[in-house]
């Protein structure tokens, strides 16, 4: 599995987060073919390039919004660092 590091979140502070996506691809198929997963998000199915860059922004965009999630060691979480 890879992991994808988000960096800024839109306020112009910077942070980061990974969030783990796991990607099946259908290596028989053209255009190339799948569905993607981050680790506590819906399955995205998709087709050719743009159809996995747009699952790729999807799955990050709703990982970054999760109230739950990781921070890197070393950094807050976002929900800490907004609570203050």
């Given amino acids: 599995m890879r992991s994808a590091r988000v960096t800024g979140d839109g306020s112009g502070m910077a942070s980061t987060q990974t969030t783990r996506l796991t990607l099946e691809l259908d290596s028989v198929v053209e255009p190339i073919t799948g569905r993607m997963r981050a680790e506590a998000g819906p399955s995205r199915h998709f087709v050719g390039w ?12 709703e990982a970054a919004a999760r109230p739950d999630r990781v921070s890197e060691p070393g950094t807050r979480p976002a929900a800490a660092a907004e609570a203050e």
Avoid: T
Avoid at 52 to 61: E, T
């Fill in 50 to 61: 743009l159809g996995l860059a747009a699952a790729l922004r999807g799955a990050l965009g």
